[in-house]
């Protein structure tokens, strides 16, 4: 099992840019989240999902969006990027409701 | 909705020094409860979870940690810190639907 990976890495955008962090996991997971890392402030959750088809938001939802089309993928899609959303984006996925979260390796964002 | 509250944002311990990691829950229901920790540039791990049953959980690494409902803690220790064990410390709180809050973390330094 690959667990939970995203892509890419690093990126750097430019304020209004648009783009789609990827997230995938293979361990058959229906829980998905999104969290962003900020130093101070831990990790706060953007938005989630239950299974294919239904998501909710988090936290700090605003200025992402997401989608469930498929049990392996959840991608988190910033519309147009600010530089407030500079961070550090991790996905996690769970087997069922309030277990423990796998967590992938996390993608660096830059907003100039 | 839940929250979580790390009220030491650094501790320094001697290698060899036992530790102990605070953090404090709000949340109407018996949570769920995890402490995760993070090393410099990676992701998150999972040390141990609360679900039920039994309040002392053990986890890996030599941590425990002990659920306190009168108290509302979930702190984490561990009776001698290891100089790999310097990294950031996150408690987190899930209620039934998936969403997760994480304290703002305790950052660990241990002196040789």
């Known amino acids: 099992n690959a667990g939970v990976t995203q892509t890419p890495k690093f990126q750097v955008l430019k304020t209004g840019q648009s783009m789609t962090l990827q997230c995938a996991q293979d361990?058959?997971?229906?829980?998905m989240s999104w969290y962003r890392q900020d130093p101070g402030m831990g990790l706060r959750l953007i938005h989630y999902s239950v299974g294919a088809g239904i998501t909710d938001q988090g936290e700090v939802p605003n200025g992402y969006n997401v989608s469930r089309s498929t049990t392996e993928d959840f991608p988190l899609r910033l519309l147009s990027a600010a530089p407030s959303q500079t961070s550090v984006y991790f996905c996690?996925?769970?087997?069922?409701?309030?277990?423990?979260?796998?967590f992938g390796p996390g993608t660096r964002l830059t907003v100039t | 909705a839940q929250s979580v509250t790390q009220p030491d944002i650094h501790i320094t311990v001697s290698e060899g020094a036992s530790l102990e990691l605070r953090c404090n829950y709000s949340y109407g229901a018996t949570p769920y409860l995890f402490w995760y920790v993070q090393s410099p540039g990676q992701g998150l791990q999972l040390l141990l979870k609360y679900f039920s049953g039994d309040t002392l959980v053990q986890g890996i690494k030599g941590f425990e940690a002990e659920f306190k409902r009168s108290q509302s803690s979930f702190n984490l220790r561990k009776p001698s810190v290891h100089w790999s064990d310097a990294a950031e410390y996150f408690c987190a709180v899930g209620a039934g639907n998936n969403d997760m809050r994480f304290g703002a973390g305790t950052r660990l330094t241990v002196k040789p």
């Open positions: 361990m058959n997971h229906e829980y």
């Open positions: 996690a996925s769970s087997y069922e409701q309030g277990s423990l979260q796998y």
